[in-house]
């Protein structure tokens, strides 16, 4: 192989391992309600999850953050199975209650950005069907959800373009819808969904009550993906004071989910399609109460406890969850910004090299031919 083409072969492979592959036309999502349900099992053969879509690979974390990562998946018998790795530090609480009121200074900010990336999901129980070709129960979800931000006082921005189709680049349509609320500065991102398995997995009764449960999703496919964990943590943390039963888990999975734009976007899974949407309506209070506390109320210590109060001094502000997020955002983006320059830089230099090793073979060629014919000349005399 020439040296000009062994160059284009290494800068073609280092360009497709690059991190340029972490945008939003190399991952997609694919989400069905009206496929079938995998069983995911532990090494004891005990379920750990349900999901509609598993891969070798997809990590869950339980409530109390143990992890689980799948590595192996049958789609013969729809099952799969995950071995436990380890378990993450859980953030300590320290709740401090001011007679309920909150106290903050004036300056801070509350903003939050809604959106749906699959619009058609709806609740089967409520509406009849499973997904609606346009706006589906899932719209109703987010404007609930809008209105309790709007009664604690958050600038809401609910975009409620549609997506549709239901397909595999509904996250690259709606990265545009994400990219406009994150343009008004939010506080946070959250794409509202609802899961397509079992009622059993997100409905139980708490206190004599049924409750449907959150399934919090982040992407693997990400910059943010560390932070976005961190954030997740910190709602489940806050969520265990005030209402334990709110969220079901955290699906790591092989996906970008548009997470990487903001180090507070995460994707709620509503229940699921078999659920009670009125249920879900109801859960929509504690949910937004808990991203609330956790966002303005909740302080991160330097020992990683999470001190949850009513009353934040002026002096305390930049240890808030909401911009202590922020900090590790600023900072993973610089690093990322280094990496792309760096990976940019040996990009043209792998391309310059190309070009002058090209043409100095072809100049090569074209001395050796002049002299070859002037060789063949004398020897016909």
């Not at 900090?327 to 940019?344: A, C, H, L």
Request: aromatic share 12%; hydrophobic share 40%; net charge negative.
């Amino acid at each position: 192989m020439k040296l000009h083409k062994i160059f284009l072969f290494i800068f073609t492979v280092f360009f497709l391992l690059s991190p340029f592959c972490k945008t939003s036309a190399c991952f997609a999502y694919t989400e069905d309600s009206s496929v079938s349900i995998y069983l995911i099992y532990d090494e004891l053969n005990n379920v750990l999850f349900e999901s509609n879509v598993v891969e070798e690979g997809d990590i869950f974390i339980t409530k109390d953050f143990k992890q689980y990562e799948v590595y192996s998946v049958d789609e013969n018998t729809l099952s799969a199975y995950a071995e436990y790795v380890g378990r993450y530090l859980k953030p300590k609480i320290v709740y401090k209650d001011n007679k309920g009121k909150l106290n903050l200074s004036s300056n801070i900010q509350k903003s939050v950005g809604l959106y749906m990336t699959h619009n058609d999901e709806s609740y089967v129980p409520t509406d009849g069907v499973s997904s609606i070709y346009g706006a589906g129960g899932i719209h109703e979800v987010a404007e609930s959800l809008a209105d309790i931000f709007a009664n604690l006082d958050y600038t809401v921005y609910l975009d409620e373009t549609l997506h549709i189709p239901h397909n595999s680049s509904a996250y690259t349509r709606s990265a545009t819808t994400a990219k406009r609320l994150l343009e008004k500065n939010v506080s946070a991102l959250f794409d509202i969904h609802r899961d397509g398995v079992s009622r059993s997995v997100y409905v139980k009764t708490i206190n004599g009550v049924e409750r449907c449960k959150v399934r919090i999703v982040i992407g693997q496919a990400n910059e943010n993906s560390e932070a976005n964990l961190q954030f997740a943590m910190y709602l489940i943390s806050v969520a265990e004071e005030f209402c334990p039963w709110l969220f079901l888990d955290i699906y790591f999975a092989k996906g970008h989910y548009n997470q990487a734009l903001s180090s507070k976007a995460l994707l709620f899974e509503m229940g699921t399609y078999l659920a009670e949407k009125d249920l879900v309506l109801d859960t929509v209070h504690y949910l937004a109460n808990v991203v609330d506390k956790t966002l303005f109320s909740t302080l991160v210590q330097e020992d990683n406890s999470l001190v949850v109060s009513d009353e934040i001094l002026e002096s305390d502000e930049e240890n808030l969850v909401t911009n202590v997020l922020e900090e590790f955002n600023s900072t993973q983006n610089f690093q990322d910004k280094y990496i792309e320059n760096i990976t940019i830089f040996i990009i043209v230099l792998l391309i310059t090299l190309s070009v002058v090793v090209y043409f100095t073979l072809k100049r090569s060629r074209k001395k050796e031919t002049k002299t070859y014919c002037f060789l063949k000349k004398n020897n016909r005399l």
